[in-house]
């Protein structure tokens, strides 16, 4: 079992910056690709970005390519999400998922609680 808790949320003007963190406690996150998904209201939830265990590749949507930036540390059991030039859709509550790298939710077993960005206009 691995428990996710994320932090870092918050409300930021348009072009402002954020800095998403999960903690990962049970088990070590070096053998799953981590990934943070978002979740507009009324939306389907979405692959923001992932980073997989198996070379640190990062993959990002097309929309947030060159704006987060995903990392993670094995050693402290953490991953982040970097989130640059903020636009008004980033608006969605972001939820770490530890799992097998997919675009779809159901290859990710283990998910934390959600924490809520919101951008102002």
């Known amino acids: 079992q691995v428990q996710l808790v994320e932090s870092g949320g918050g409300l930021v003007q348009t072009g402002g910056s954020l800095r998403l963190s999960c903690a990962a406690k049970?088990?070590?996150?070096?053998?799953?690709?981590m990934a943070w998904f978002r979740q507009a209201p009324g939306k389907e939830r979405e692959l923001v970005a992932a980073?997989?265990?198996?070379?640190?590749?990062?993959y990002y949507i097309d929309s947030v390519k060159g704006r987060f930036t995903i990392s993670r540390d094995n050693a402290k059991n953490t991953v982040n999400l970097q989130m640059d030039s903020l636009k008004p859709e980033d608006t969605a509550a972001y939820y770490c998922?530890?799992?097998?790298?997919?675009?779809?939710?159901?290859?990710?077993?283990?998910w934390g609680q959600g924490t809520q960005v919101t951008v102002s206009s």
């Open positions: 998922a530890a799992g097998s790298f997919s675009f779809v939710r159901t290859s990710y077993a283990y």
């Open positions: 980073i997989r265990q198996s070379d640190g590749s990062a």
């Open positions: 049970g088990r070590t996150i070096s053998s799953y690709t």
